[in-house]
Structure formats: structure tokens, C-alpha cells
């Protein structure tokens, strides 16, 4: 942060951080509980862990929705229409962090906490990097959004990795392994 606080304008810091007000109180929403089943539950099946991986997805997705329906509101309140696209770009995260979910709660339940922290500090570092890289080439507030976005892509890149898993379909009602 240093290194941006240099690179970018504290006007940069400021449009982003009206965006970040709005999506964190959102984010409070995505973690619904449902990474915790896979975790504390004494036995659970492939089924179960796909149909609540397309929970945590389709939550992710209804978050962006919600955060893309808004961006025109948010843009009107604060005067501001960089605020839009912002809003939007930042509305991803949502959808990545929901299908990170599962996968996490997998590592965690498998107690593979090394993994998970390899995980983070890879995906933080590939964010700062977006970050600095971006600001270094005139990206402005951009860079901001890019870092704030590049984490949670690298982390569920990590996590599917890690684990290997790929959820099941949903056909009929009921998780499948066959799409």
C-alpha cells in the first residue's frame, strides 16, 4: 500500500473506497454458513458438496447481479459516474469468491491448512503485483480495482487446484457427477 499510496492520487483511494463501503456490507451477505456444513458435518457426500458449491455460486452471482443493478444508483448518490463500471468490475469478486467456497471448506475439513495459507499469501502477493503493475503503467483507480479483483482469481485457482474436485451437475433435482 505504500508503494500505491506513491503511485496513485489519494482521489483514486477515495473513488474506489466508496465503492468498497457498499460491496463489503454485500459481502456480509455471500458467506451465508454453507462452507461450514462442509466442514462440521460428520460425513458428507459428493452430492451435497456440489449442490452447496451451486449455492455459494449462484449467492456469488446474485450478489454481482445486485451489485450491477445498483452501480446507476451509486453513481446518481455520489456524483461520481467512474463509479459504474467500478461497481461493477467489483461485483465479481462475488461470483469468484462463491466459487472458491466449497473448495476452501474442503481444505479446511481435510486440515490442509498449509495449502490454504500457501493460497493466500500466492494470491495477496499476485495482487499486489496487478496492483503495482497497473499503477507503474498509468492505470489510476484501476489498479486499485484490479488487485481488489486478482485476489480472489487467484485464490480459487489455487483452491480448485488444490483440491482437484469438480462439482457435480445439477440434473433432476439432485447433484450429479455427470454434466
Request: proline share 2%.
Amino acid at each position: 500500500m505504500i508503494v500505491l499510496a506513491r503511485l496513485l492520487l489519494k482521489e483514486d483511494f477515495g473513488l474506489v473506497n466508496m465503492v468498497t463501503a457498499f460491496t463489503g456490507f454485500l459481502g456480509l451477505l455471500l458467506d451465508v454458513g454453507l462452507d461450514l456444513a462442509t466442514v462440521q458435518r460428520a460425513s458428507i457426500t459428493r452430492a451435497q458438496t456440489s449442490t452447496l458449491f451451486w449455492i455459494n455460486l449462484a449467492v456469488g452471482g446474485l450478489l454481482a447481479l445486485v451489485a450491477a443493478v445498483t452501480a446507476p444508483i451509486l453513481s446518481a448518490f455520489y456524483g461520481e459516474p467512474r463509479l459504474y463500471w467500478v461497481t461493477v468490475a467489483l461485483g465479481t469478486s462475488f461470483i469468484l469468491n462463491g466459487a472458491a467456497s466449497q473448495h476452501r471448506a474442503m481444505l479446511q475439513r481435510s486440515m490442509r491448512f498449509a495449502v490454504l495459507a500457501i493460497i493466500d499469501i500466492v494470491s495477496l502477493v499476485a495482487s499486489i503485483a496487478a496492483g503495482i503493475g497497473m499503477a507503474v503503467a498509468g492505470h489510476g483507480y484501476w489498479a486499485l480495482v484490479a488487485m481488489m479483483i486478482s485476489q480472489p482469481a487467484v485464490s480459487v485457482t489455487g483452491v480448485w487446484l488444490a483440491t482437484g474436485w469438480i462439482p457435480g451437475c445439477r440434473s433432476g433435482g439432485r447433484a450429479s457427477g455427470r454434466c
